[in-house]
């Protein structure tokens, strides 16, 4: 009997460290706008005491000014069924990558042709599509990093004291 209960800590233990601990796991949120479907795939890091946006100096994760993958690990991906606008600009229907550019009060959005990369190491401007501007407003503490859309067309990036959001038609 000893040997059985033995043997069956061993294996309950090596399945406990066989398990992987994701530290940004992967989200997919989809929503109907209108006729369009929206998908957008991306990985949710974590504030972890850290600070998220600011200065370089300040070792910021995400400095101010730099262009960020909009979440982590591979650039998240922004698929759309049909042309659509997005802050009144156009944008055809496909897949991008979703990158940004944060500020303190304002954040560039970039639709990047070149959908799939890792991080935004290999980014270029050149493959940029569209690039629009969105507001920063101040928000209630979101540990992991969360984009939502509604069925209005409002897509919101929320992440530590920060929400961004932007608007499709």
Same mark, same amino acid.
Request: include cysteine; aromatic fraction near 10%; charge should be positive.
């Given at each position: 009997?000893?040997?059985? =209960?033995?043997?069956?800590?061993?294996?309950?233990?090596?399945?406990?460290?066989?398990?992987?601990?994701?530290?940004?796991?992967?989200?997919?949120?989809?929503?109907?706008?209108?006729?369009?479907?929206?998908?957008?795939?991306?990985?949710?890091?974590?504030?972890?005491?850290?600070?998220? $946006?600011?200065?370089?100096?300040?070792?910021?994760?995400?400095?101010?000014?730099?262009?960020?993958? /909009?979440?982590?690990?591979?650039?998240?991906? $922004?698929?759309?069924?049909?042309?659509?606008?997005?802050?009144?600009?156009?944008?055809?229907?496909?897949?991008?990558?979703? =990158?940004?550019?944060?500020?303190?009060?304002?954040? /560039?959005?970039?639709?990047?042709?070149?959908?799939?990369?890792?991080?935004?190491?290999?980014?270029?401007?050149?493959?940029?599509?569209?690039?629009?501007?969105?507001?920063?407003?101040?928000?209630?503490?979101?540990?992991?990093? /969360?984009?939502?859309?509604?069925?209005?067309?409002?897509?919101?990036?929320?992440?530590?004291?920060?929400?961004?959001?932007?608007? =499709?038609?």
């Amino acid at each position: 009997m000893k040997k059985y =209960l033995l043997l069956l800590s061993c294996l309950v233990s090596f399945s406990v460290l066989s398990q992987k601990v994701i530290p940004s796991p992967p989200a997919v949120v989809t929503q109907k706008v209108g006729t369009t479907e929206v998908m957008i795939k991306y990985a949710q890091p974590s504030v972890k005491g850290r600070l998220v $946006f600011g200065s370089k100096e300040m070792k910021a994760i995400v400095p101010y000014g730099e262009v960020w993958r /909009t979440g982590a690990n591979e650039a998240t991906t $922004f698929e759309i069924s049909n042309d659509i606008t997005v802050q009144g600009k156009t944008l055809a229907k496909g897949v991008y990558s979703l =990158l940004s550019i944060p500020g303190e009060t304002e954040w /560039t959005i970039i639709f990047n042709k070149e959908a799939k990369m890792w991080g935004a190491y290999t980014y270029k401007a050149a493959n940029d599509v569209l690039r629009v501007k969105a507001r920063v407003s101040e928000h209630a503490h979101t540990e992991q990093f /969360t984009i939502g859309v509604t069925a209005a067309g409002q897509v919101t990036l929320d992440w530590d004291k920060s929400s961004v959001s932007f608007y =499709l038609k």
